[in-house]
């Protein structure tokens, strides 16, 4: 949706590239335990 995009964007915006691939990887790592 466009909500999300304009989310990513600014977060892209925002965050330097560490902090979104930890962002990245705590999101997985959650939706493997919540969906296992």
């Given at each position: 949706?466009?909500?999300?995009?304009?989310?990513l964007?600014?977060?892209?915006?925002?965050m330097?590239?560490?902090?979104?691939?930890?962002?990245?990887?705590l999101?997985?790592?959650?939706?493997?335990?919540?969906?296992?």
């Amino acid at each position: 949706t466009i909500l999300y995009h304009a989310h990513l964007d600014i977060e892209a915006f925002t965050m330097d590239r560490e902090v979104r691939k930890i962002k990245q990887g705590l999101g997985q790592k959650f939706a493997e335990l919540v969906y296992t």
